[in-house]
């Protein structure tokens, strides 16, 4: 019953929040984080010739907008070389919080938190004589999103080229019948580097990203949602 209240009290505030200003543009746009200081600018632009006239300059203030925003997102990560021999595809989640304001425009700067699963390959496993074989990452780490609406025009969505630095503990899980055979790759601390692009549509992100660590190198496919926090 707890459930079902909050799930609908969750829905409501989501479709709220889609039919307000967020689905006329994409809520990475410049102009959403602009239009409180693009209104001020259009109100006090009556009284600017006299303004000048008197003094010589203008009085017109600049306001600075922006917000925090919370951004969960799951998809699936794509091993590749070396690590796709070992494991098959596997699940990944994690949030963003994220700074967006007009003067840093269009950088977007980001706190990231991640987890990622991917199980053994069936063919290693076999080879190994293992009943089990799962690679674990949880990452911590920071990121920067660059909105190319500068450069790609739309009226409903923006380019985005994402990079990222994260520190991630690798931790394998190996299960056997047998004694477990010596060489197999053993739990480890890395530093991780992706970049990756994507679109921005509304509250929604759908982007592919490569991960470049070590032996541990993947494509990913993300689904992130935008929901915001603090406006300032």
Sequence with gaps: ??????FSFLLISILSFLTGSVLSQSIYSKDYFKKDYLFMKSVNTEGKDTIKNLTGRSKVK?????GIFLAPYMGFS?????????SN??????????LAYNKLYPFVFGFIYENQKNPGNPQFTTSN?????????????GGVDILLNKFIRSNFTSA???AEVKYSKITRVISSNFE????LPGDESILNYSAGLGVTIYIFDITAKYTFAKNLQNLSFNLKFHFPVVKF
């Design 1 to 6: 019953m707890k459930f079902s209240i909050f």
């Design 78 to 86: 794509i091993p590749m070389g070396v690590f796709g021999d070992q």
């Design 160 to 162: 985005i080229f994402s």
């Design 180 to 183: 477990i055979p010596e060489g």
């Design 129 to 141: 004589s293992l009943t089990g074989f799962e690679t674990k990452f949880t990452s911590l780490g």
């Design 62 to 66: 600049k306001i600075n907008i922006g």
């Design 89 to 98: 595809a596997g699940f990944v989640y994690g949030f963003k919080a994220e």
